[in-house]
């Protein structure tokens, strides 16, 4: 527990991460304004006291706005990462425990499918499954699968190599207890330094396609729309993309810094077990 | 070797290995090349009775892993016979070998590797005694309890992870590990090279003390001399994959006759012994000729003979073979 403080990256990151889901949550219970509220009479205005944030072109709220579509980014995050870990870590277990036939398989499976530019593939999902929350988590969720199968595989061929491992199979346990109760708690370090790094490409990706305008539709908030709303507008109010890019900027920032704090904490235990 | 050709086994031994044969493919430098083979082990058959402690030295790389990892299944040997109380076990099927299974244990060599370092030392036990289906708590625990006192442990080990063990306790957790599906063999791979001098002592002295109590025939494998001479009641000298010494302990220890044993013996001796015995080459980088000697390189009675005739075993005493073709020579000299 102390050297978790002595941690600055994960100290930091952790610090960042639990601020940004503080103002997330409260924007559930509370936003100063309707976030899609439109106030004709404010349009485009800078930061002030009834307007924390400014107001977008069409007089809404740019700071609930930004809290509202935080639950998205979140949400999207929980989802994306989730689902793509479960089969992710699933598949490198396989592929990692059953090398050669089936785990070539998966392995070529999984190269030629990151062969895909991740945009492009996210833009053809949107065009045959349509735009919306769901299709977009589909897309996501496939792009970070990759990630979760290589970096585990690698994992689990080290770990396999291991005397305590060469024992199971010498009294002849089960592969599949092999894997799942013998391999798969030696990897869990592993993947959740992915889990915490997927999470902030999760959120990345998701805010490039609303940038396209395909992934959260409108009315409804996200930081990618905010973004290229505010863009069209740069010059009359630049504040207009403050709010939402330093929230994409502080997310992804405190992710990537959890993702390496852990990733010290964790290796650092099982490298030195004294 | 008047048992080779007689595949049935003696009635009191309980592993019988027939010309065991494993190869490796060598990483091959450029794309179109010819595989290149490493022979980790040629041709080695020996036999161990019923509690007895067959010790097997070489030095690191002459396959001596191999020929433990072979026996207890963990490899496939390219050729050869491994008997195991009387049945073929190197070529039947995984799901007919699981009765049998349990009767052949190994020990590793580095206990901080050979337990799972995510789980309590009892629920690793309790694996080992899952796999030959003893899946009732209660009856985990009663087969546990009494092993746990005899390797020199205590109930409350059993809720510590393995890195809160000394290297010493590991290893005894190690040995009881593989005490619990009542074995009959017992692999030891270079057991005691990872402890403390003062832990060897003590590691060794217990697994003398279990073997005689439980019976055990254990194939003990060593780099080093002193303790294979120690804890054997013969003794196998492995060099480059192939046996080119074996005997009673005794006999190979003060009376070894093999260049190469000889060589360990000296080592043994005196660090600075002259060297007789030629350039020391990596072992791993000579290319053995086939139909030469295996340890021509670095013998020091070395002619053409040697270069030109692959030596078979001949006798010294009762039991007692090496494989050289200059055994006369060597003995005079020593005179």
Redesign the interface.
């Known amino acids: 527990m102390k050297k978790a403080f002595q941690n600055r990256n994960l100290l930091v990151g952790s610090i960042l991460v639990c601020f940004l889901l503080l103002v997330t949550l409260a924007g559930i219970f509370y936003t100063p304004y309707a976030p899609n509220a439109i106030d004709p009479n404010a349009l485009l205005e800078g930061p002030s006291i009834k307007h924390w944030g400014g107001t977008d072109k069409l007089g809404r709220d740019i700071l609930s706005r930004t809290m509202v579509a935080g639950q998205s980014a979140f949400l999207m995050g929980l989802i994306t990462v989730s689902s793509s870990m479960f089969t992710g870590v699933f598949f490198a277990l396989l592929a990692g425990y059953f090398q050669g036939g089936l785990g070539n398989l998966i392995m070529r499976f999984t190269d030629a499918f990151k062969s895909i530019p991740s945009l492009l593939f996210a833009m053809m999902v949107a065009a045959i499954l349509g735009r919306s929350f769901a299709s977009t988590a589909f897309a996501i969720s496939m792009i970070l699968i990759p990630q979760f199968v290589r970096m585990t595989r690698a994992v689990v061929i080290k770990i396999k190599e291991?005397?305590?491992?060469?024992?199971?199979?010498?009294?002849?346990?089960g592969s599949i207890r092999i894997m799942f109760l013998?391999i798969l708690?030696?990897v869990m370090s592993t993947v959740i330094i992915t889990a915490s790094l997927a999470f902030a490409e999760a959120v990345l990706t998701e805010a490039a396609l609303s940038y396209l305008g395909l992934g959260i539709q409108p009315p409804d908030p996200s930081w990618g729309q905010m973004l290229s709303q505010g863009q069209s507008a740069l010059r009359v109010s630049p504040w207009g993309v403050l709010l939402p890019g330093t929230m994409i900027t502080m997310l992804v920032l405190g992710f990537n810094l959890l993702g390496d704090g852990l990733s010290e904490l964790l290796n650092a235990r099982?490298a030195k077990?004294? | 070797m008047a048992e080779r050709n007689n595949s049935k086994m003696n009635p009191d031994s309980i592993l019988k290995v027939e010309q065991l044969v494993k190869t490796y493919p060598l990483p091959s430098e450029r794309i179109f090349e010819r595989k290149k083979i490493f022979t980790a082990v040629s041709n080695v058959s020996f036999e161990i009775k019923k509690g007895e402690t067959v010790g097997l030295i070489g030095e690191s790389g002459c396959g001596k892993t191999s020929v433990g990892r072979i026996i207890?299944?963990?490899l496939e040997p390219d050729s050869g016979k491994v008997f195991f109380e009387g049945q073929e076990i190197s070529s039947i099927k995984?799901k007919d070998?699981?009765e049998k299974?349990?009767r052949i244990?190994?020990i590793?060599?580095?206990p901080?590797?050979?337990?799972?370092?995510?789980?309590r030392i009892g629920r690793?036990l309790r694996?080992?005694l899952?796999?030959?289906g003893i899946k009732r708590r209660t009856d985990q625990k009663n087969r546990i309890m009494p092993l746990l006192s005899r390797v020199g442990m205590s109930e409350e080990y059993l809720d510590r992870y393995?890195?809160e063990l000394s290297g010493g306790q590991k290893q005894r957790i190690c040995i009881l590990?593989a005490l619990l599906?009542n074995p009959s063999l017992i692999v030891a791979d270079e057991v005691v090279s990872a402890l403390d001098l003062s832990v060897q002592a003590q590691i060794l002295n217990l697994m003398r003390l279990l073997q005689k109590d439980f019976g055990l025939s254990i194939l003990f494998i060593s780099h080093n001399l002193n303790i294979i001479h120690y804890m054997s009641d013969r003794i196998l000298v492995m060099y480059m994959g192939e046996i080119v010494e074996y005997g009673p302990c005794e006999e190979v220890y003060r009376k070894g006759r093999h260049p190469y044993t000889m060589l360990l013996l000296s080592s043994l001796l005196d660090l600075n012994a002259d060297k007789t015995s030629g350039e020391a080459k990596d072992s791993s980088e000579l290319i053995r000729g086939e139909s030469s000697c295996i340890f021509y390189h670095r013998c020091p009675w070395r002619d053409r003979l040697c270069l030109e005739k692959k030596p078979l075993f001949a006798e010294l005493g009762p039991g007692h073979y090496a494989k050289c073709h200059h055994l006369d020579i060597i003995e005079a000299s020593l005179k």
Do not use: C
């Open positions: 291991n005397e305590y491992i060469q024992w199971t199979k010498l009294v002849g346990l013998h708690p030696n099982t077990p004294e | 207890t299944k963990l995984k070998f699981r299974r349990s244990q190994m590793f060599q580095d901080s590797t050979a337990l799972n370092p995510q789980f690793i694996e080992a899952f796999s030959i393995p890195h590990l599906t």
